[in-house]
């Protein structure tokens, strides 16, 4: 094999012996003289392009090429020097920085690692110093002197078993959330029996439900390093800069009512400050035609939206409705109009609109400002609507005339065209469909019995008893919604037709997730008669929770009220701790414990002051 040439000057021949020779020849053959052209070329580009790389190649190329380029290019004189004085300037401003990184790098390159990560450090801290500054320059909210409120914390029972039984309740208190605490701390909900985190899509990536919700129950039960440690996890975790979707509703009574309370049972200001901060957040879901919130908001984006099955994208009378008590509370504490001015402005629609037969659709669109289906409701959509009407009267110290007036004209039709006695004799509220009854009440209507005790006092025309037994009527007739099941508890709906009264006949409706509203009721009627029969029913409640409900790690919902044998959910509510607890604990407490004279609670249990006319903030 011939030996390889290294210049393509000589071309392998063979002879005619099959020997290969070298031949010279006297000229360059096509191919080579590329070759060399090639070659030629590259050793120019390099030359040329390595001024590119030479430490000073700004101030090269300013004076090689732009400057004639700009002789060439340019008008007049005076533009000319002007241009050349700026272009100069950008250069020079170029070369600065480029050299300023150098130094700056060579100098990091020669630090020790320690002293690399300890300027690192100071580094974030100035960032950190910089953010609070910028919060400290943020406008404050008013100084509020504190006041201890009435009723805050009350005496002892002095009756020895009412005694042992709120002693019992505190204990259920302390099994739920020491459980939580071990298996769910920090996240919205426990999951009892797979001792983990539960989480809602309600709340978005807010964290701390069951925390914030618990707060004030923790307080009255004189729970104090648990209300202590709760307080910290809000002061250091609570988060509401979150990019989620959430249920305006849902965040509004349970984060929003649960720090405004802790903040008037406590004085402590970071529940204010959250709670202000959260109504903030919450105010672009007014963003509306009408101003009817939408019922879902992102919190980051300030995009809402409606429940996609909700009657063509119409808001929720109950939870648009269900906004008042904490949003005059935020504007209260904020020294803020615009809180209480967009309560203002759903009044405002509400009044303009025809209501059939009196009665309140429970859907309404925020384009049109027209009802959706007419479908009305006490219970689910509708419930809480009427609550928060009667409650903003007497919350405003019984001057809201509006409010007192719109609560007793929808008293008033309900009874005309809800109410019904069953062949058995018991009362009941049924759903109104397109004029249609459907004789079903669910669960969520039993507040109906506490909120007509709650209103009895100030019902017009003397009507004051005619509203407690019609508020007694109900309570007994939730009561036995509960006595007719194996469990003692109640299911979520029950029905008058078909030859049963107060019975659950379809599968979905017999499950029970530890709700309060029976409770609820049970609680308003012993404080406003003293009737021993509503202590003994909420015994009953109690006894009944213990065995059905409770399991080692919390308390869990069943899925079927009328099973020997039910089994569990698996999802310990927040509301379980916030209302079924507290009203539990309220029942068997004396009448100083959050005085009904002093106090509102809103629709997730959460007492609220009465905003009496001396306290308001100018």
């Given at each position: 094999?011939?030996?390889?040439?290294?210049?393509?000057?000589t071309?392998?021949?063979?002879?005619?012996?099959?020997?290969?020779?070298?031949i010279?020849?006297?000229?360059?053959?096509?191919?080579?003289?590329?070759?060399?052209?090639?070659?030629?070329?590259?050793?120019?580009?390099?030359?040329?392009?390595?001024?590119?790389?030479?430490?000073?190649s700004?101030?090269?190329?300013?004076?090689v090429?732009?400057?004639?380029?700009?002789?060439?290019?340019?008008?007049?004189?005076?533009?000319?020097?002007?241009?050349?004085?700026?272009?100069?300037?950008k250069?020079?401003?170029?070369?600065?920085d480029?050299?300023k990184?150098?130094?700056?790098?060579?100098?990091?390159?020669?630090?020790?690692?320690?002293?690399?990560?300890?300027?690192?450090?100071?580094?974030?801290?100035?960032?950190?110093?910089?953010?609070?500054?910028?919060?400290?320059?943020?406008?404050?909210?008013?100084n509020?002197?504190?006041?201890?409120?009435?009723?805050?914390?009350?005496?002892e029972?002095?009756?020895?078993?009412?005694?042992?039984?709120?002693?019992?309740?505190?204990?259920?208190?302390?099994?739920?959330?020491?459980?939580?605490?071990?298996?769910a701390?920090?996240?919205?909900e426990?999951?009892?029996?797979?001792?983990?985190?539960?989480?809602?899509?309600?709340?978005?990536?807010i964290?701390?439900a069951t925390?914030v919700?618990?707060?004030?129950?923790?307080?009255?039960?004189?729970?104090?390093?648990?209300?202590?440690e709760?307080?910290?996890?809000?002061?250091?975790?609570?988060?509401?800069?979150?990019?989620?979707?959430?249920?305006?509703?849902?965040?509004?009574?349970?984060?929003?009512?649960?720090?405004?309370?802790?903040?008037?049972?406590?004085?402590?200001e970071?529940?204010?400050?959250?709670?202000?901060?959260?109504?903030?957040?919450?105010?672009?879901?007014?963003?509306t035609?009408?101003?009817?919130?939408?019922?879902?908001?992102?919190i980051?984006?300030?995009?809402g939206?409606?429940?996609?099955?909700?009657?063509?994208?119409?808001?929720?009378?109950a939870?648009f409705?269900?906004?008042?008590?904490?949003?005059?509370?935020?504007?209260?504490?904020?020294?803020?109009?615009?809180?209480?001015?967009?309560?203002?402005?759903i009044?405002?629609v509400?009044?303009?609109?025809?209501?059939?037969?009196?009665?309140?659709?429970?859907?309404?669109?925020?384009?049109?400002?027209?009802?959706?289906?007419?479908?009305?409701?006490?219970g689910?959509?509708?419930d809480?609507?009427?609550?928060?009407?009667?409650?903003?009267?007497?919350?405003?110290d019984?001057?809201?005339?509006?409010?007192?007036?719109?609560?007793?004209?929808?008293?008033?039709?309900?009874?005309?065209?809800?109410i019904?006695?069953?062949?058995?004799?018991?009362?009941?509220i049924?759903?109104?469909k397109?004029?249609?009854?459907?004789?079903?009440?669910?669960?969520?209507?039993?507040?109906?019995?506490?909120?007509?005790a709650?209103?009895?006092?100030?019902?017009?025309e003397?009507?004051?008893?005619?509203?407690?037994?019609?508020?007694?009527?109900?309570?007994?007739?939730?009561?036995?919604?509960?006595?007719?099941?194996?469990?003692?508890?109640?299911?979520?709906?029950?029905?008058?037709?078909?030859?049963?009264?107060?019975?659950?006949?379809?599968?979905?409706?017999?499950y029970?997730?530890?709700?309060?509203?029976?409770?609820?009721?049970?609680?308003?009627?012993w404080?406003?008669?003293h009737?021993?029969?509503?202590?003994?029913?909420?015994?009953?409640?109690?006894?009944?929770?213990?065995?059905?409900?409770?399991?080692?790690?919390?308390?869990s919902?069943?899925?079927?009220?009328?099973?020997?044998?039910?089994?569990?959910?698996?999802?310990?509510?927040?509301?379980?701790?916030?209302?079924?607890?507290?009203?539990?604990?309220?029942?068997?407490?004396?009448?100083?414990?959050?005085?009904l004279?002093?106090?509102?609670?809103?629709s997730?249990a959460?007492?609220?002051?009465?905003?009496?006319k001396?306290?308001?903030?100018?």
């Amino acid at each position: 094999m011939p030996p390889p040439t290294l210049l393509p000057f000589t071309t392998p021949r063979k002879s005619g012996t099959n020997s290969s020779v070298l031949i010279s020849r006297p000229a360059f053959r096509l191919t080579e003289k590329f070759l060399l052209l090639l070659v030629f070329s590259g050793f120019i580009t390099l030359c040329f392009g390595a001024i590119f790389f030479l430490p000073d190649s700004s101030k090269l190329l300013s004076g090689v090429f732009f400057h004639s380029q700009r002789t060439s290019i340019t008008g007049s004189g005076p533009k000319q020097d002007g241009g050349r004085e700026l272009e100069g300037d950008k250069l020079s401003k170029i070369r600065e920085d480029h050299e300023k990184a150098l130094r700056e790098a060579k100098d990091t390159l020669q630090k020790l690692p320690e002293q690399i990560k300890k300027e690192i450090k100071e580094e974030k801290q100035k960032v950190v110093q910089e953010s609070a500054n910028k919060k400290e320059a943020a406008p404050r909210l008013p100084n509020v002197v504190f006041r201890k409120p009435v009723g805050a914390t009350g005496r002892e029972p002095s009756d020895p078993q009412t005694r042992e039984r709120q002693a019992k309740i505190k204990e259920m208190m302390k099994h739920a959330w020491e459980n939580y605490k071990r298996h769910a701390w920090g996240s919205n909900e426990l999951k009892p029996l797979s001792k983990q985190q539960h989480s809602s899509s309600l709340f978005g990536n807010i964290q701390g439900a069951t925390i914030v919700d618990a707060l004030d129950t923790l307080y009255i039960m004189g729970m104090h390093d648990e209300f202590k440690e709760a307080k910290e996890w809000v002061e250091k975790n609570l988060d509401f800069n979150v990019h989620a979707e959430v249920s305006v509703f849902e965040v509004n009574i349970r984060f929003v009512g649960g720090l405004l309370s802790a903040y008037y049972l406590s004085g402590e200001e970071i529940f204010r400050t959250k709670a202000v901060d959260l109504g903030v957040k919450l105010l672009p879901a007014f963003n509306t035609p009408t101003g009817i919130p939408w019922a879902l908001l992102n919190i980051k984006s300030g995009i809402g939206r409606n429940w996609p099955w909700a009657s063509g994208g119409s808001s929720i009378l109950a939870e648009f409705g269900t906004l008042h008590l904490e949003f005059m509370h935020l504007s209260q504490l904020s020294g803020n109009p615009v809180f209480a001015e967009k309560m203002m402005n759903i009044r405002k629609v509400l009044n303009r609109l025809d209501k059939p037969q009196g009665l309140y659709p429970n859907y309404l669109n925020p384009n049109s400002g027209q009802w959706g289906q007419h479908h009305v409701s006490i219970g689910g959509l509708g419930d809480s609507f009427y609550e928060y009407l009667l409650k903003a009267w007497l919350m405003s110290d019984k001057t809201d005339e509006e409010a007192r007036k719109m609560y007793y004209d929808a008293v008033q039709a309900i009874e005309k065209h809800l109410i019904r006695k069953s062949n058995g004799g018991l009362k009941y509220i049924a759903e109104w469909k397109g004029g249609l009854l459907e004789h079903k009440m669910g669960h969520l209507t039993c507040f109906a019995g506490g909120m007509f005790a709650l209103g009895a006092d100030g019902a017009p025309e003397d009507n004051s008893g005619h509203h407690m037994e019609l508020a007694a009527e109900i309570a007994h007739t939730c009561h036995e919604s509960y006595d007719r099941t194996a469990t003692k508890l109640g299911p979520e709906a029950f029905r008058f037709d078909g030859g049963v009264e107060a019975i659950a006949t379809r599968q979905n409706e017999k499950y029970y997730i530890l709700r309060p509203e029976v409770i609820e009721t049970h609680m308003y009627m012993w404080r406003l008669t003293h009737d021993p029969k509503y202590r003994e029913w909420g015994w009953e409640a109690v006894q009944a929770l213990e065995k059905n409900c409770r399991v080692a790690a919390g308390y869990s919902g069943i899925r079927d009220v009328y099973s020997t044998h039910p089994t569990h959910d698996d999802v310990q509510q927040s509301f379980f701790l916030a209302e079924t607890l507290k009203y539990l604990y309220l029942m068997f407490s004396e009448d100083d414990v959050l005085s009904l004279d002093h106090w509102i609670f809103n629709s997730e249990a959460h007492p609220l002051p009465i905003i009496r006319k001396s306290d308001k903030i100018q």
